[in-house]
């Protein structure tokens, strides 16, 4: 099964981001499909069922919108699809403008009832908005950046004065790993003090530099559990816009040490049984987080009913129900 925001659910073409043509090549194409954004929202429509809401060419802030505030995505379903930033509109052409059965939302919440492909495109599109966002100025010289390679890349502008500096969109590893015992009974999870009581998940943390992944895993663990682990293996990887990490998902097996909270990040952490995942005990992240899927492959590995069908247990985005 593939992870949530993955998979070819586009062609993205990228030999066409040299072509000087693209912007007015898209605008001439009556099928391509404009995905609408301001901000981290972008325009969906919940009629008849959740989907985006996308335009063409020919509607007012498309045909309004400078070729700047346009990023070439790829080919979409068989068309031609384009991003376009309309973060400049006013409040009031927005409201009078944008379709009636659509509004401008988050991803976050929409991820598990949009399709697949849908989600994976505005994940894209997401981490695209917030790369330019924090890029609207050089970083070595302090002046503004325009947009090329169709979107791709900001070139600062003071190329006449030696400067010039390009800067492309960037991704933030981080490892998120599924910790067994020696047995592979159980499961370390922990949880932050700012969830809501019952909440845990799977270890996470960030890759820092001169550090290899498996390196970061045993770290992190280390840092947050006081518990070290070895035979740490690549499961999966999920592309993951909040704000723009790539979520890359290891299991590893814990040695005996006691849980001990080093770096003060978790609250708690502690071993759960799949009998105590099995009724309700903790609460679980969403199905579309890597992070449950690293817990319902181990939890599927040796038991007689698979996570997703078992019927008390709890989860982040769920009403919790329990054993009656």
């Not at 991003?83 to 929409?110: C, K, N, Q, T, Y």
């Not at 499961?235 to 040490?257: C, Y």
Request: charged content about 25%; glycine content about 8%; proline content about 8%.
């Amino acid at each position: 099964m593939v992870n949530t925001f993955a998979g070819f659910y586009l062609d993205r073409r990228a030999e066409l981001r040299d072509d000087p043509d693209w912007a007015d090549q898209a605008r001439a194409d009556g099928e391509t499909l404009f995905v609408l954004a301001a901000g981290l929202a972008q325009l969906v429509s919940h009629e008849p069922q959740p989907e985006i809401a996308f335009v063409r060419a020919d509607h007012p802030l498309v045909a309004d919108a400078p070729d700047s505030s346009l990023t070439l995505l790829g080919w979409f379903r068989g068309a031609r699809c384009v991003l376009v930033d309309i973060g400049h509109a006013s409040d009031e052409r927005l409201r009078l403008e944008l379709p009636a059965a659509a509004r401008l939302e988050e991803l976050r919440p929409l991820a598990s009832i949009l399709p697949k492909d849908s989600a994976g495109l505005l994940a894209y599109a997401r981490a695209l908005m917030f790369w330019r966002e924090r890029h609207r100025f050089c970083g070595v010289c302090g002046r503004a950046t325009m947009p090329g390679r169709a979107g791709h890349v900001l070139n600062c502008r003071a190329a006449d004065s030696g400067c010039g500096a390009s800067f492309f969109p960037r991704l933030d590893p981080a490892v998120i790993v599924l910790v067994t015992d020696n047995q592979g009974e159980r499961a370390l999870l922990g949880r932050q003090a700012s969830w809501p009581p019952g909440r845990y998940s799977t270890v996470a943390g960030f890759v820092e530099p001169g550090e290899s992944l498996e390196d970061a895993v045993a770290r992190e663990v280390h840092e947050e559990t006081g518990v070290r682990v070895k035979d740490v293996r690549y499961l999966s990887s999920q592309p993951w816009p909040f704000p723009s990490s790539l979520m890359l998902g290891f299991q590893a097996v814990g040695g005996d040490e006691p849980i001990e909270h080093i770096d003060g990040e978790l609250e708690d952490a502690r071993w759960f049984t799949r009998a105590q995942i099995a009724a309700g005990e903790p609460m679980l992240p969403p199905p579309t987080s890597i992070s449950y899927r690293l817990i319902e492959t181990w939890f599927d590995t040796n038991a007689a009913t698979p996570l997703r069908q078992q019927p008390y247990v709890g989860r982040w985005d769920t009403k919790r129900e329990g054993p009656k």
